[in-house]
């Protein structure tokens, strides 16, 4: 191995990162590293063509003695080459209950994220490459895992971004050996215990012991099914959305998406990934859309109701509403606050009773506390990061038709406690 051949593959390197992702001198990336020679070369070679780097290392503390090498072989490195670097330790009840490596997945990815807020950071790189690419297409195909055809992993996924995507394992192996790399072997990955590892360890390698040149032959079926697939979603896109009708808390699919084409089940399937459900959520509406009005599908992250007009999308369950009781009462001018945000203080003197709890709706506004000015509601559950399927759930307390108190968040800057409060009431949520 001579180390012009890893300078060369440096220079592509460079090459992807400053055509593809705009990488710089001034962008800060987040680099997951685990210690193995995949992520060791992904940062060596961020730091080498001087984009800025921090490290976030997941120690699951699941390979005892090993754990511990592997975090420190990270740290070593971050400390000789300058590199900030931030380490999670796993406890080990975390991994009592569910599915092992999905929840790793979550803690890890998790991890990073928080890295990048505290840093103010632009991406998050991790270091697949080709070869867990075929393996990811792979999965997908044997899994029905894919929204329209299985195309693997895309090089950006919102700021996650995966430098390493267009080399081989072979090609990584080269740039750690021609640049002296520190990195660890993950005895695991040798073994086959995980669909991924029986792939990668015992069925690629008999595909590629029966059809020589099977790993190009995936790589360009995933390159023709990336643009297959960008085609269709952009035609379904520039003619679904006329069939899509937005509410505050739900969403309309009308009954005219159904064009009798022999393409309607696809139709409802980009719906449902363009809505946070999945494909197959989407083919199983394509039945309901058929069904007598008042049949429903009932899931996790919410439910689809047939109506006359066509699908109701509802986030969170349209049948288990939460009931929400207000406890009103006269108390003295507090001197201290509360933190709990479901019990707050107005002005008594400000509020007009019966005071009226309901459900917020659109074109609702208020003057949030601390803040100048009117503010519509819908767009301050946005700023407090409400999720969709829960802004159904949201109450508001009114005051002679205006909001007093937006339910378990904040109160209206109209009626606040100040220093000519005399006499104040308690409301709290029971």
């Not at 072979?170 to 669909?195: H, V």
Request: charged share 25%; proline share 3%; with cysteine.
């Amino acid at each position: 191995m001579h180390l012009s051949t890893a300078e060369k593959l440096l220079q592509r390197f460079e090459l992807i990162c400053s055509h593809r992702f705009a990488l710089n001198r001034q962008t800060k990336v987040v680099v997951g590293v685990s210690g193995g020679m995949d992520s060791m070369v992904l940062l060596f070679l961020l730091h080498r063509i001087q984009v800025p780097v921090v490290v976030a290392h997941v120690n699951y503390q699941l390979r005892e003695n090993d754990s511990l090498l592997d975090e420190q072989t990270v740290v070593e490195f971050c400390k000789k080459e300058g590199i900030k670097h931030f380490v999670k330790r796993v406890p080990g009840h975390v991994w009592k209950d569910g599915n092992l490596q999905a929840i790793a997945r979550d803690i890890r990815y998790d991890f990073y994220r928080e890295v990048l807020e505290a840093e103010h950071a632009s991406y998050i790189a991790t270091a697949h490459h080709a070869g867990d690419q075929i393996e990811t297409w792979m999965l997908q195909w044997l899994r029905g895992d894919y929204p329209l055809v299985p195309f693997g992993m895309n090089a950006q996924n919102g700021e996650v971004i995966r430098p390493l995507l267009e080399f081989s394992k072979q090609e990584i192996d080269w740039l750690a050996d021609g640049f002296t790399i520190p990195w660890r072997m993950d005895a695991s990955n040798l073994k086959s215990d995980y669909a991924r590892n029986k792939i990668r360890n015992q069925i690629l390698p008999l595909l590629r012991e029966i059809q020589p040149g099977v790993d190009g032959m995936i790589e360009r079926a995933h390159n023709s099914n990336v643009l297959i697939h960008d085609f269709i979603m952009s035609r379904l896109g520039a003619e679904c959305n006329d069939h899509l009708q937005a509410q505050e808390d739900q969403i309309l699919v009308k009954h005219s998406v159904l064009q009798d084409d022999g393409y309607d089940e696809m139709r409802l399937s980009y719906i449902a990934l363009k809505l946070g459900w999945s494909y197959q959520e989407g083919s199983a509406w394509h039945a309901l859309m058929n069904a007598i009005p008042g049949k429903r599908i009932v899931y996790k992250m919410g439910e689809v109701c047939k109506v006359r007009e066509g699908l109701k999308i509802y986030y969170g369950s349209a049948e288990m509403e939460e009931e929400v009781e207000i406890e009103i009462s006269d108390v003295a001018v507090p001197k201290h606050f509360s933190k709990n945000k479901d019990v707050v203080y107005l002005d008594k003197a400000k509020v007009t009773l019966p005071l009226e709890i309901r459900k917020w709706e659109s074109g609702d506004a208020f003057h949030p506390l601390g803040m100048q000015g009117k503010k519509k509601v819908s767009d301050f559950l946005i700023g407090e990061k409400v999720e969709l399927k829960d802004k159904s759930k949201v109450h508001v307390v009114t005051s002679g038709g205006e909001i007093c108190w937006i339910v378990g968040m904040r109160i209206d800057e109209r009626f606040k406690i100040t220093e000519e409060t005399e006499q104040a009431i308690q409301l709290r949520k029971k």
